[in-house]
């Protein structure tokens, strides 16, 4: 039982990174790594959550500040 909770921590963490690079292919329409207000638009959920998830208020989402979500 000990040597499944690494594996588990693990496995969540490496589901969170690729659920985050799906999210910015789906919707970095500019292609430039992040995602801005507008691109966010298009997912309600994010849109709701932006501003919060936008830790150093430049308007756009970058990988980091997904993975801290």
């Excluded at 959920?45 to 970058?62: C, V």
């Amino acid at each position: 039982m000990k040597k499944l909770i690494p594996l588990f921590a693990l496995t969540f963490a490496s589901m969170a990174i690729i659920a985050e690079e799906d999210l910015i292919a789906k919707l970095d329409t500019d292609n430039d790594g992040r995602i801005s207000i507008e691109e966010a638009a298009e997912d309600a959920a994010l849109s709701a959550m932006f501003s919060e998830l936008d830790t150093n208020k430049d308007g756009y989402l970058s990988p980091n500040e997904l993975e801290n979500k």
